[in-house]
């Protein structure tokens, strides 16, 4: 059932959605959507499994709970030291975030080799087929009887 309004729509909304369905924006939002979800795995992966196991390497410690006071009270936590207004030098959140970068720079790493290869497949040149060469040939017979040369 069509509206029985009808509202005239402007030049730039139909600009604006001629952009929006473009290939590339839509490509553009669903590795968007995608490189979300690939960093909540990599948080949960550092966090869960990479910091356990570094904390017990370097004798027991909480590895993402790991800072310096600068100036203020020291208590059990980073986040009870920050609420108590202590400045604090969070180095275990910043080797979090060090480990969660080059975890997603390495996948990255790996999915643009790996679609570069794919796409070097895809992009090799087909050698021409015997009509194709036939075809050339016959084209440089006509214009040497012609006296013709190629054009540049």
Known sequence: MRSPVTVAESAWMREFKAFIMRGSVVDLAVGIIIGAAFTAI?????????????GLLI???DFSNLFVVIS???RPSLDATRQGGAAVLAI?????AVIKFAIVAFAVFWLVKALSRFKAKEAKP???NPTDILLTEIRDELRAARGTTPAA
Do not use: M
Request: glycine letters at 14%; a negative charge.
């Open 59 to 61: 004798g027991g410690i």
């Open 126 to 128: 087909v050698a021409p």
């Open 72 to 74: 203020g009270e020291r």
């Open 42 to 54: 990599v948080a949960s992966l550092v966090e869960d499994l990479v910091n356990p196991i570094i």
């Open 92 to 96: 275990g959140k910043f080797l979090n």
